[in-house]
């Protein structure tokens, strides 16, 4: 499954490339240590430099070297998990600014622990037979543009979703079996806004979910939510957070919390049992988390930019190839990339054969293209992959001249 279109709305900024000399950019090409047994040899697993955005089915992202270390140094030693979630949740919180938080399996999953949440509360019982309670299906309220594929997650709990549009529809959607309402905060259109979303829930006492999974950077959105009033809030892990991939972040409110908690591992038998998370997990989202938190973002903003550049200086120096660096506005992916135009009568490819060459060749590159553009995503390549996707896309344009 490939992201939203990425070029949709993109903001261009003009690129002076042909101003910028490699020796003018910071670029350590030194690769990471090479392992003793190389496992993608031995499965026969094709490695992959992601020159494009997160994504699930390309393995979110590469784990940040603190992450590595906290799964390491802890992977020796067995621990009790329900004090480790009590631990790392109140070290996430305090982070967060937030009464409670715990270490999920994804956003998905959040979705799931927080529609279930709100249908059970501490209610044993409930916890029991979810997703089979007797009588009317609980019912959660979304905005109709805010449909997407991972709402399945509440409706696996059992709840039935109610669509509305625009502020008077919601106001009328409440009744005795509402539990919850869910804003998906990556939808192209919203026909309510966060405040308004939240001022209505709140005058009808019903908690609000926002599902933020792809929206840092900027960092400042790990924080913007709860203060408009969102009773829970959740990031995936696995994406630029750099934790590990299976990972997720629930954080809000402790009543709902600690409901969360209750229907999910390493409690016995409740919905979200199937969906546990190791404790090499928590200890490595807690560490990408406080890496995150602590790292110069100017500077890593500062270096994609400078990559755009460098990879766009050397496409530059074909005939007719044009560069600009663009910036998705967001939420989701909100960081740079390089889009690369030529003139078709000149280089006698097109940008969609581009792609399927890179993916194809050695090693597979993965970039994405848009009607006449190819787009190349930099934030999510190694150091030492720049030169080589820069080189690999030159090669193929240079042979279709």
């Not at 669509?163 to 005795?176: H, I, L, S, Y």
């Not at 404790?279 to 406080?290: I, V």
Request: hydrophobic content about 40%; some cysteine; aromatic content about 6%.
């Amino acid at each position: 499954m490939k992201r939203r279109d990425i070029l949709k709305g993109l903001t261009l900024l003009p690129l002076t490339g042909s101003l910028v000399s490699k020796a003018a950019i910071t670029l350590p090409s030194s690769p990471p240590k090479k392992p003793a047994r190389d496992l993608f040899k031995e499965l026969g697993v094709t490695p992959v430099i992601n020159a494009s955005v997160t994504m699930t089915f390309l393995s979110g992202s590469l784990m940040l070297p603190e992450v590595l270390e906290a799964i390491n140094s802890t992977s020796h030693d067995f621990a009790n998990m329900y004090e480790l979630q009590d631990k790392v949740g109140a070290k996430i919180a305090e982070m967060l600014h937030v009464e409670s938080a715990m270490v999920t399996s994804g956003a998905a999953c959040a979705i799931l622990l927080g529609t279930a949440a709100a249908i059970t509360g501490t209610d044993h019982e409930k916890i029991k037979l979810l997703p089979n309670l007797p009588g009317p299906r609980p019912e959660v309220i979304m905005q109709k543009t805010h449909r997407y594929l991972f709402d399945q997650a509440v409706t696996t709990t059992g709840a039935k979703i109610i669509e509305v549009e625009g502020p008077d529809e919601m106001e009328k959607a409440f009744n005795d079996k509402t539990v919850m309402a869910l804003f998906f905060n990556a939808a192209e259109k919203s026909s309510i806004t966060h405040a308004d979303f939240v001022a209505i829930a709140k005058r009808h006492s019903i908690p609000t979910f926002l599902d933020a999974a792809a929206d840092v950077p900027p960092v400042e959105n790990l924080f913007k939510f709860q203060k408009i009033g969102f009773d829970l809030v959740t990031f995936s892990g696995g994406k630029m957070i750099r934790g590990p991939q299976s990972a997720g972040l629930l954080f809000g409110r402790k009543d709902l919390i600690t409901a969360a908690r209750l229907n999910h591992s390493p409690n016995e038998a409740p919905i979200g049992r199937p969906m546990k998370v190791n404790k090499e997990e928590m200890f490595g989202m807690y560490a990408a988390l406080k890496a995150y938190l602590e790292r110069d973002h100017k500077k890593e903003w500062e270096d994609w930019m400078q990559r755009t550049k460098y990879i766009g200086t050397q496409l530059e120096s074909l005939h007719s190839v044009k560069t600009e660096t663009v910036v998705d506005p967001g939420p989701a992916n909100a960081y740079p990339s390089l889009n690369v135009t030529w003139d078709s009568s000149k280089i006698k490819i097109t940008p969609g054969q581009v792609v399927t060459a890179l993916k194809n060749g050695t090693p597979s590159i993965v970039a994405n293209s848009h009607g006449d553009s190819l787009t190349i995503g930099v934030v999510l390549l190694r150091p030492d992959q720049v030169d080589i996707v820069a080189g690999k896309v030159k090669t193929i344009l240079q042979q279709a001249v």
